[in-house]
């Protein structure tokens, strides 16, 4: 019998790496994208444009760029949150960019630099330019369960954002629980609703942080409500360096045994992932989030 497909994106070289208070080299992170590679994974976040004295563990991000090999069968996906952003990623020679915007303004004008209403309004001029490349282009909105500043976020003020968002087609939408707030419950209401506006063309992806124990929860939520895409952290590490306290990414390997035991294809060698998950520990010299790397193999090897 075929088993359903899901889709892991790998985040630990940009979102996993920006909060952690190392700065680890771009040879280290070269490392980590083979291994991420060689564990079967084909998206993966490779790096982040955005203003290196704010985020200076992605610094180098050009230079990762530059190095990547590149493959017909794998996509390095670059983060930006401005147009400036977008450009410096293509003229970098990524062919895959994920533009991130807030549900709340709070959290926009701290991580954005701007309001939700101001940074949408940059939206029409960013997708053309990412076409005129011929690059893929994909949008995350953030703080779409809750905000460290202004708390509760409604799901009509997520609808909203959204609906503007998909004005100009996207190839996809994430839904990021960026401090890790969210409960089942509200991940089916959110996905619902952005579902109900998307075209159908358009690809649903989930981000949870597992700030508060919630994050596999909320993944087998979004995959019961038809998300086949979600993001992951190899170690469980990561999070927003603009979020108090919101360190944590869901682990991948953790959500690899869990999806892999509900009988769901990964496409990904959960050996070989656990593997990658080890080096990050190994690179920072400390124990990770991640409860699956630090397990015994189950079933045992007979």
Known sequence: MTRPKLEFVEVS?????QNEPEIVSTDIKLKLIELILAAGFRRLEAGSFVNPSKVPQMADSPDVFARLRARADARFI?????KRGVERALEAGAREINYVFCASDGFSIRNNGAPVAETLKVWPEVTALARAAGARLSATI???FGCPFDGEVP???LA???EAVCAHAPFEIAIADTIGVAAPTDVKARFEAVRAIAPAETALRAHFHNTRNTALANAVAAVECGVAILDGSLAGIGGCPFAPGAAGNVPTEDMLYMFERMGFDTGVDLDAAIEAARFIGAAFGKATPGMVSRAPRFPSAS
Do not use: K, Y
């Open 142 to 144: 953030s703080t779409a």
């Open 78 to 82: 670059a983060l930006a949150l401005n």
């Open 155 to 157: 799901v009509v003020q």
């Open 13 to 17: 070289p940009r979102d996993g790496l």
């Open 160 to 162: 909203r954002v959204a």
